[in-house]
């Protein structure tokens, strides 16, 4: 019996032991709660780039002697993740510079800003060009400059209009016959005026193989060119030599001129 109370009671001071002592508990502890984490703030804005276009950028589709409005558009990119804010900027427009603002939302990552030059005469219009100028904070970015290229183009067509041929000595009249001479026979080609300019492609009477001329656009005002063919041979007494000499066109209309010859005959 009196081991059954001492058993008794150590059961009863073991297990208040252990309540009391923190002992194993179902219980959940909460977690502490990481006050210094938050979302993160955003970077402030920096350029990353400015870009220049011009349209049209080439001449090609303005008359010649007309006037046309020649766009300038400029992108500017910022970096990835910018907080937003205002940015100042230049156009360099010729001599001309054109100050402006633009404003970017927060996650904006790029603007495209335009400014049109109007009435601008074809003669003008290939030293136009114009870029735009930046600030990034405190430092400036400025873009490549954009230009007009290309000429104008002229509505007439291009045509010969005259065609001549001469040779030189113009006579042998002067040379002893039996004598070798060099004849130098020259054809004088003339094309239309305010063209875009053409092939003209001709043919020496005194040769199978046909000569091609290239004009240009008449932005240089060129309509006259002018080919040689030179013959070197005996002056003959019955004057088969120098023969004479002719000379026509095939491309881009037909004309001809000639014949030519130096005047003669020889002295004997």
């Known amino acids: 019996m009196f081991r059954r109370l001492v058993v008794i009671m150590l059961l009863f001071f073991v297990v208040f032991g252990i309540v009391g002592c923190g002992g194993p508990s179902t219980s959940a502890t909460p977690t502490p709660t ?9 970077a402030p804005l ?5 870009t220049t276009s011009v349209t049209p950028n080439t001449l090609a589709s303005v008359s010649c002697g007309s006037s046309a409005d020649f766009t300038f558009s400029s992108v500017i990119a910022v970096d990835e993740g910018s907080g937003g804010g205002t940015v ?8 001309n510079h054109i100050p402006g603002t633009i404003t970017f939302a927060p996650s904006e990552m790029s ?13 003008a219009a290939p030293s136009l060009s114009g870029s735009l100028s ?3 904070n405190g430092t400036t970015m400025t873009s490549i400059p954009a230009t007009v290229t290309g000429i104008c183009s002229f509505s007439g067509k291009f045509q010969i209009t005259n065609l001549t041929i001469s040779v030189n000595p113009s006579a042998v009249t002067s040379v002893i016959c039996g004598n070798y001479i060099t004849f130098v026979y020259t054809a004088t080609v003339t094309v239309t005026p305010n063209t875009n300019g053409g092939t003209v492609v001709l043919k020496w009477n005194f040769s199978a193989t046909p000569v091609t001329l290239t004009f240009g656009p008449y932005v240089a005002g060129q309509t006259t060119r002018t080919i040689t063919y030179p013959l070197t041979g005996r002056v003959i007494h019955n004057e088969t030599f120098p023969p004479n000499g002719s000379i ?5 209309n037909v004309v001809s001129a000639g014949p030519v010859k130096p005047y003669g005959p020889c002295t004997p």
Do not use: E, R
Not at 46 to 50: A, F, L, Q
Not at 111 to 123: D, L, N, Q, W
């Open 248 to 252: 026509a066109s095939s491309i881009p």
């Open 88 to 95: 100042s900027y230049i156009w360099n427009i010729g001599s």
């Open 46 to 50: 920096h350029i990353k780039s400015v």
């Open 111 to 123: 603007k495209t800003i335009t400014y049109t030059v109007k009435g601008v005469s074809s003669s």
């Open 34 to 42: 990481d006050d210094t984490q938050s979302t993160p703030t955003a």
């Open 134 to 136: 930046v600030n990034n």
